[in-house]
């Protein structure tokens, strides 16, 4: 033992722990994983947004968010079809990112299942006439179009890379997860 709060964990049973945690991040509105750093290459330069993190699912490896399908972020995954999603739990001081293949859903059984479940709220957030990101006159004068679900998009991330940093008093611990053919490879790494 090194310190009295030394509780030391398998990496089989923090891997467990962080697949939690994602999973409770995608449920909990307040949980601080619910709005990861989206990072991506851009189509000039790489880029890193706030997102909402929609869904995990642990056998396929799978984070889901929702976007404008007119993103800058979307036209750079679908040139360079990797993410990696930053989430930072300032009270714990843990850090994870999530490195993968990211497919862009648009117009598909996907994107129909998860629109129907939208609040209309939601919706309108898609149904712009301008692109994301153009320039208008002012906020309160943005006209809406009649086909927002053809604007909505779903992302879907296949992670093969999990790192793992949690901060400590005494020392700090870094662990690394990739997913190796069938199986996830783990290893401690010096933080
Ligand atoms: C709290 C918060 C949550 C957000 N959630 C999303 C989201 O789920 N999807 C999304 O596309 N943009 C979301 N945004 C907006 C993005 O951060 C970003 O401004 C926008 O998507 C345009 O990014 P891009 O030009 O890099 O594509 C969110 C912003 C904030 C502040």
Known sequence: MRSSDAHPQSLESLHGDIWDRLGQAAVDLAHPWRT???ATAGPDHPDARV???REVDLHARALVCFSDSRT???GGLR???VATWCFYDPAQRIQLRARGETRVHVNN???RQY???LPHSSRRLYATTP???ERVLAPWEIPFGDHPA???AVLVTTVHELDWLQLKNEWHERARFRWDADSWEAHWACP
């Open 36 to 38: 990861p750093t989206l």
């Open 51 to 53: 997102v909402v993190l």
């Open 72 to 74: 800058h972020k979307v």
């Open 79 to 81: 040139i360079h079809p």
């Open 109 to 111: 059984a996907l994107t």
């Open 115 to 117: 629109w129907e479940k």
């Open 131 to 133: 692109r994301p990101g």
């Open 150 to 152: 053809e604007q909505f």
